[in-house]
């Protein structure tokens, strides 16, 4: 069953990096460093302290710029060409040593994973931006850093876990589909707006 770890691995690590690339990569590095674990394929050059400390660098700017109102919607903007794309470069990574017929698949499917959890994300920011506390996004964003983590973990530990959250998720993003969809529509347009230098309040009122 080794193939099914390294795929799940693939696929789950692939889903946390739509959420935190940074936290997925710095958890990963750390467990083969520390943790006696041994990723499989191009995985095992997580390991280099260079990109541990990297990753480990830009998940702390993350860590706050994600908790403030709006700047976390820009953040997510931008993100959009990071996480997708490395998401789809992690599981090709993880599977890089298995047969292409797998490979290939593995790859689009994890891009695919890693778009629909930082869409799901990003469409709950929006959402939050449009309430005037900033508690709502902090609770969000300590809450997706937690599945970050804990959804790396699994995928090195417990490929059976991983693979049932992923095929909930994937039920769960594809019920939702609509409401995401219009969601990222009205993020990009609202952020937009924000660099154009208008108001918060003329901002949320465009994304909402």
């Known amino acids: 069953m080794e193939w099914f ?12 990096s739509g959420i ?17 674990v041994k990723l499989p394929g191009g995985l095992d050059v997580l390991d280099n302290w260079w990109i541990i400390g990297i990753a480990g660098g830009l998940y702390i700017v993350e860590f706050f710029a994600d908790k403030i109102p709006y700047v976390d919607s820009v953040w ?7 996480r997708v794309p490395a998401g789809a ?19 689009l499917i994890g891009g695919g994973f890693a778009f629909a959890s930082h869409g799901t994300k990003a469409a709950a920011r929006m959402g939050a931006n449009l309430s005037p506390e900033p508690v709502s996004n902090i609770v969000l964003s300590l ?6 983590f804990v959804g790396a973990f699994l995928s090195v530990f417990a490929p059976v876990i991983i693979a049932i959250v992923l095929v909930l ?19 990009f347009r609202g ?18």
């Open 5 to 16: 770890s390294t795929l799940t691995l693939a696929l789950g690590s692939a889903w946390t």
């Open 20 to 36: 935190n690339l940074y936290a997925t990569v710095s958890v990963l590095g750390l467990l083969q460093r520390l943790g006696g």
């Open 76 to 82: 997510d903007v931008v993100h959009t060409f990071i």
């Open 89 to 107: 470069v992690v599981a090709y990574a993880a599977v890089a040593d298995m047969d292409p017929a797998i490979v290939i698949p593995a790859t």
């Open 143 to 148: 809450v997706e850093d937690v599945i970050a």
């Open 169 to 187: 998720f994937a039920i769960a993003f594809f019920w939702f589909f609509p409401k995401i969809y219009r969601a990222i529509r009205a993020l």
């Open 191 to 208: 952020v937009r707006a924000f660099v154009r230098g208008e108001s918060l309040s003329d901002v949320a009122r465009k994304a909402g």
